[in-house]
């Protein structure tokens, strides 16, 4: 067996001395996480933000901070790694025991070149020298298949796009031909057709260099076509354990039944999805909410916003003071009616963002001309000055796909919620905002105890929550809402989904639904353009798209949404 980890617990020691307290993170009560890795196999941990698989993954190497405590038993091929040294630790790190990341970009230097941090490796632990080390590095970047090797070598981590970034962590994870592979959660921000390859690259490596891999994910139906075992956690325990075939066939526990229920499918469109609790509660018969399709849409509701021939340039520096146009979406139109969804999907860099970017005008002027025109209320949005615009902001509103990295880190929830409203002069004065912010957390489901904190004390899912609820406090009549669940596992990526349908349904809410993820779209879109280097391919009703997509580009698109075991079978 190479991996076998027993009985482990993992807790954090919160604050110091006599008033320190601890944190449970994996091992609840009497039950210990245990599981093995056997030689050349795949073994999946599966389960929600906050299982303690990640935690699990990184106790291995005990890559965890210093306030951490483990308990237990980890063996790597026979030896002890609960009680290893840090020397003995470092020297398995990269060489028999390697990781790749969810987010390259954290995890790569920004100040050394790719080739600098691919050679290191190999010559701390297999001794190379430079100039072996690099035509090892060119090699490595040639099999994980990342075009230009030679160039990308020179190049830093900024220059490369998502997916390539993703490469080039696979190839520093191989430069020493590890034992051990973990994968933790390398594809969650990746689009779907770069997701594929990534997952389909993973599984080639793993059998032509022979080696064991423990991938990380949320999600079921991925794992399902890579893994030959899974172990699926909640709450730092495990659920349930088993060959892959077996887990997707018969699952017993309500838990993995849950997980693999929740999530959005091509095959039908529900009025709402289940999540984790409907399902373990047994709401999730014939009669469930899962089960009632979806309303068709008034084709006749009134027009919110209609735009024509889009089209947005960005100016590329070249030399000293020449430039050159680059047309990021070129000559886009679409009608967007009261209460209906336009879907904008399309792999990384096909404008989908651009063009809602471009018509919320959140592009600097000097960036790059705009063209077309997008009506809103009788007045075009392009053409608007910066004064004429403030009123119309409050009609359109925006929720992005961080929802961290877009709320103000020093600002409570009430302040996040009360500052758009002061602005736009909404609400008679402080105590109506206030009350009106209670009211549209509630509306979220969050209750008041929300508003005095900050947003590092929620999760991914209640941050999300809280933007869309800064902009429900301007009464907005259209959401761009740009790859807004993309980041949340599936049961949170549920509850979102749903909370956004039942906000249409209220408030009559037009949206512009961003997202690389068609079985979402699905879900919410009732139109759907997809997008391909700045041109819309198609544009057709969300049934269409998905039944007979006209485009080569649209069908490549579908078949590279993960399906799980059976249909990979």
Not at 126 to 152: D, I, S
Request: one cysteine or more; hydrophobic letters at 40%; a neutral charge.
């Amino acid at each position: 067996m190479l991996l076998t980890i027993n009985d482990l617990r993992v807790r954090f020691r919160m604050g110091r001395g006599a008033q320190a307290s601890y944190a449970e993170a994996v091992g609840r009560g009497e039950q210990g996480v245990s599981f093995e890795v056997p030689e050349n196999t795949t073994v999946a941990l599966v389960g929600e933000s906050g299982s303690g698989k990640s935690v699990t993954a990184m106790s291995i190497l005990n890559l965890l901070p210093d306030n951490a405590e483990r308990h237990g038993s980890i063996h790597f091929q026979g030896r002890d790694l609960l009680g290893a040294s840090l020397a003995e630790l470092q020297a398995l790190r990269g060489k028999d025991i390697a990781c790749v990341f969810q987010d390259p970009m954290t995890s790569l230097n920004p100040v050394f070149t790719v080739g600098h941090q691919l050679c290191e490796p190999m010559q701390r632990h297999l001794g190379m020298n430079q100039r072996q080390a690099l035509e090892k590095a060119e090699a490595l970047l040639t099999e994980v298949g990342l075009p230009e090797p030679k160039r990308r070598l020179k190049a830093h981590p900024h220059e490369l796009s998502g997916g390539q970034q993703q490469r080039v962590m696979i190839a520093m994870a191989l430069a020493c031909e590890p034992r051990l592979l973990i994968a933790d959660e390398p594809t969650t921000a990746l689009d779907v057709t770069i997701q594929r390859q990534i997952i389909e690259l993973l599984a080639k490596l793993k059998d032509k260099h022979r080696m064991s891999m423990l991938f990380i994910s949320h999600d079921l139906g991925l794992v399902g076509e890579i893994a030959d075992r899974v172990v699926v956690m909640r709450q730092g325990t495990v659920r349930e354990q088993g060959a892959v075939a077996d887990i997707f066939a018969t699952p017993r526990d309500a838990y993995t039944k849950a997980l693999l229920a929740c999530r959005p499918t091509l095959e039908q469109r529900s009025a709402r999805l289940m999540v984790i609790d409907d399902h373990i509660a047994g709401n999730g018969g014939s009669g469930g909410p899962s089960a009632r399709v979806a309303k068709p849409k008034d084709p006749a509701a009134p027009v919110v916003l209609e735009a024509t021939g889009i089209t947005k340039s960005f100016w590329i520096r070249r030399g000293v003071f020449g430039r050159r146009e680059f047309q990021a979406v070129k000559g886009a139109s679409f009608t967007l009616r009261r209460g209906h969804t336009l879907g904008i999907v399309g792999e990384s860099g096909s404008g989908k963002t651009t063009l809602g970017l471009t018509l919320l005008r959140l592009h600097e002027p000097a960036g790059g001309p705009v063209g077309g025109t997008a009506m809103f209320d009788g007045r075009d949005l392009l053409a608007l000055t910066r004064a004429e615009l403030l009123p119309i902001r409050r009609r359109i509103q925006v929720v992005f796909q961080n929802p961290y990295a877009s709320l103000n880190p020093r600002f409570t929830v009430a302040q996040t919620l009360v500052e758009p409203m002061v602005i736009h002069g909404v609400g008679s004065g402080t105590a109506d905002r206030q009350a009106r912010a209670s009211a549209l957390l509630a509306k979220v489901g969050l209750d008041d105890s929300a508003l005095n904190k900050y947003p590092h004390e929620f999760s991914g899912g209640q941050r999300q929550r809280i933007a869309i609820a800064r902009c429900l406090t301007l009464d907005p009549e259209v959401l761009v809402l740009d790859e807004a669940v993309s980041a949340l596992d599936v049961s949170v990526q549920a509850q979102v989904l749903n909370l956004l349908k039942d906000l249409q349904d209220e408030l009559g809410l037009a949206y512009v639904f961003i997202s690389h993820d068609l079985a979402v779209v699905r879900f919410m879109a009732d139109e759907v353009l997809v997008m391909k280097d700045g041109q819309v391919v198609e544009q057709a009703g969300v049934q269409q798209i998905l039944e007979s997509p006209r485009e080569e580009y649209t069908r490549r698109l579908l078949g590279a949404i993960p399906r799980g075991y059976r249909a990979a079978a």
